[in-house]
């Protein structure tokens, strides 16, 4: 009797074992079904990582950038008696020279009643090119100590170079609206314009920078080449003369003059915030296409600019 009666309970034993099997393996047969899951969790994990890295070094690049700013600033008229006076004085001084020479002296004009202004803001539009793209060219050798001993992203050190020229520009527009405004100039809606023109003038200079410094680690023969073009560079932009003088020798080298970015840019400077009656490439010149050209080149100068810097940055440290 025993036997009979251990049977079925025998027998549902065994059926029990069979059924915690089956659900165990069931149980084994869902885990990799968790798989894909930690897969996402950990690709999320490590693109929130890399993302935190990356803010991470952008802060960290804009308080170095910030530092060497004001750092560059301060020291470039450290031990001057007239010191940050300089960034004034400087244009000032020049324009001066030049008011006397080519207006009062040999009578240039482009026959409106606020050519001196003109003149000025030109001449503050060109010492922030000729300043920004000199201190630029020289900025990755002069700062070679630094390179070496401290890891840092190097286009910082140039855009620092040329961010210390635009803060003189800053102050110096100030100068030229204080002035405008004593002789008597009637500002429009068409001064808004003006930022989208500093800005243009600003990349234009960047890009420029870029190149030299590149190549001044390079060749240092650069310096003095620069300078002898520069020089060129600054005849052939309408600054001290009038632009109607061009046009009244010969229109089609006037367009011509109009299609260097330079050029470009600062008629239009002029243009918007002083003397509607200055000639631009949009008034002047009535191709579109042609009007087009000095923002191209602009745009590639800039483009080449950041391209050559960054092929070339990190061999800086070990050719300096």
Known sequence: MSKTSNAPTAGKQRQGNKSSKTQGSQAVAKKPANKPANNTSKSQAK???????????RRYSRIVLKEMVKTDFKMRYQGS?????WTVLKPLLLFVVMYMVFVRFLKFTDGTPHFAMVLLLGTVLWSFF???SGLGLSSIVTHGDLLRKVHFPTWIIVVAATLNSFISLAINLGVVIVFSIINGVHFTWRVIMVPIGILELYLITLGVALILATLDVYFRDIQHIWEVFSQALFYGVPIIYPLQMAVNVNPTFAKILLLN????????IRYWLI???TPTVWNFIHTPWIQAIPIVIAVAILALG????QRNSRKFAEIL
Do not use: C, H, T, W
């Open 130 to 132: 000729s300043e920004a």
């Open 275 to 277: 003397e509607q009656r």
């Open 306 to 309: 950041i391209y050559v810097f």
């Open 47 to 57: 693109a929130q990582s890399e993302a935190d890295v990356k803010a991470a070094n």
């Open 261 to 268: 970015p330079l050029a470009q840019v600062i008629q239009d």
């Open 81 to 85: 008696v007239l010191g940050v006076a």
